[in-house]
């Protein structure tokens, strides 16, 4: 075990997150901006594997996270574009001072408790145009179309240390680019290959700029999800792996031009 | 994933590659790696160890290839909590390698793992060397051959109950006491997760110990928490004249369900009221739920 500091986060029962969630929505990122707290009655902690986080240390989180909402027109309602470099800049944020383990991570409670308890009002802010619980309440490890789980999960997945912009992969493909690959969950839980596949992608859409790249992510996505039925990719080293992905892209990429030429 | 009946290449026989064991490595010791782990948590790591008969031969006869083909042997893991897969060790070979024994071993990051670890050995294909048969894979890293799945349950009972350590003197529970359970054996509809609580007595260290910092050599300790707990929770419903009379009434996720559930699970074949009469002679009824619980049975 690394010696490094990881928390263990308050944990919000489901059914407590669906009520709590459900109230939620019917309110403004300006009427919860208040209602957030750092404990509930109902909260339980992993009894081992880490440090419980202090109350101290949730308010430093929500106070980084406000900071970046308040970048971003918080808590007026928030753009498309905002609502993107929003997303970035707290995936880092989130990935980064959270301190988290993918063991800790794939507790839909934690998540729950994030969205319903600390930080209700950004949430509501996010999506304001959304009365879906699911950007509250923790579900599929909070990484499907949770508020901040799909963020964590996104940054986890797609930062490597060794890079000189370990999290380069974030700047570089758009909210469809990362839910194709993320929502694929056979390539989004293996983390060398949803990197080597951001990469290959990044290249390909930059060669290919004339194909859509939402076509171009989702017919490799479906490329790869085929071939991982053949292959075992977590056996191959980085140069197999990236080797195996820019293949993909390119018979992707070949595929599509043909039938972009050869119309039916 | 959909699994693959038939692949679009020559395949050898699954007695080519055999585990003989599954060992996992504690310390220096090594010891048969069973199916779940109940002192584990995200802080400890994995360390496994399979050992593997590998027929070099007869993989090469039977997928037609040249003795430049380049294979790879590696133990896989994925684990269903967390979702991830990763690889351990991995050995590669061609026709030169001689038949016999090798050893793969995977140390696995605790912190990448939830709920249950299942253990795979794969035969791969790397590289086809001279080979020029069309039906050989096309793709490095196809799946040649795959041993059966080994599944560890991971996250024992213990680990399960919110636990706390406290200082049993600012407290009401009986000042020199290890540990207090604390639930309501009369609602049986709170949540497992939620209601019920292990308080553990700080002035006793090596209780506190032994639940918070996990070591083979405490775990004798915790094995006597878990064997109390099996005990109170158990003696406890069977009071309650509602879990007597329907059982099943209580929902996923509640203490009434996984009391039932630990019923089930110990005392396969007894009737509700069998356990009840069981429970009224406590020796028997200690000495016989340590043998279906497997109380000390890693430590043999």
Known sequence: MSSELYYLYPRLPQHIAQQTAEALVTRTADELKDLWETSHGALTYAPTGGNRITDEQLKLLRAAVLTIAHRYGYPDTSGKNAARTFDVECAIVLHETMRLHPSEASHNEVWSFLGCILLPDVVRWRFDDSTDTIRFVGRERGMRRHAFGRLWWRAYLACNPRWKEPYILLHRLNEDDLVQVTERSSIAVRPALFRSLCVSFAMAAKSHAELPRRDLMREASKRMYRLLSLTVVEALNEGELRTLTDDVFAKTAEALMNAVETPS | ?300
Not at chain 2, 1 to 11: C, E, G, N
Not at chain 2, 41 to 58: C, L, Q, S, W, Y
Not at chain 2, 266 to 295: C, N, W
Request: hydrophobic residues 40%.
């Open chain 2, 1 to 300: 994933m959909k699994r693959v009946q038939r692949r679009p290449y020559l395949t050898p026989l699954s007695d080519r590659v055999v585990i003989e064991h599954w060992e996992q490595q504690i310390d220096d010791r090594t010891a048969p790696l069973g199916d779940r782990l109940p002192g584990w948590d995200a802080g400890t790591d994995i360390h496994i160890r399979a050992e593997v008969f590998v027929n070099v031969e007869g993989i090469y006869q039977d997928c037609r290839l040249e003795r430049d083909a380049l294979l790879r042997l590696v133990l896989l893991w994925e684990s269903s909590g967390t979702k991830l897969h990763g690889s351990g060790g991995a050995v590669d070979f061609t026709y030169k390698a001689a038949s016999g024994r090798t050893a793969l071993t995977a140390q696995i990051d605790g912190k990448l793992l939830a709920d249950t670890l299942t253990l795979f050995v794969k035969l791969l294909f790397i590289s086809p060397g001279t080979t020029q048969h069309q039906l050989v894979p096309k793709l490095s890293g196809s799946i040649l051959l795959e041993t059966p799945p080994h599944k560890i349950q991971l996250e024992g009972d213990g680990a399960r109950f919110p636990i706390e350590v406290i200082d049993f003197t600012t407290t009401s529970f009986p000042h020199q006491a290890g540990w207090y359970l604390a639930w309501d054996p009369d609602d049986l509809e709170q949540p497992l997760l939620g209601d019920v609580r292990l308080y553990v007595n700080s002035r006793h260290p090596q209780i506190a110990k032994a639940v918070s910092d996990i070591q083979p050599e405490t775990a004798g300790i915790r094995e006597a928490v878990r064997l109390d707990l099996a005990q109170t929770l158990i003696r406890g419903v069977l009071l309650n004249p509602s879990f007597l009379e329907n059982p099943d009434r209580y929902t996923p996720g509640t203490i009434g369900a996984a009391v039932r559930a630990m019923i089930r699970l110990y005392f396969d074949g007894y009737t509700l009221e069998s356990v009840q009469q069981l429970t009224r002679h406590p020796h028997e009824f200690s000495a016989l739920l340590q043998e279906k619980m497997k109380i000390f049975a890693y430590e043999q």
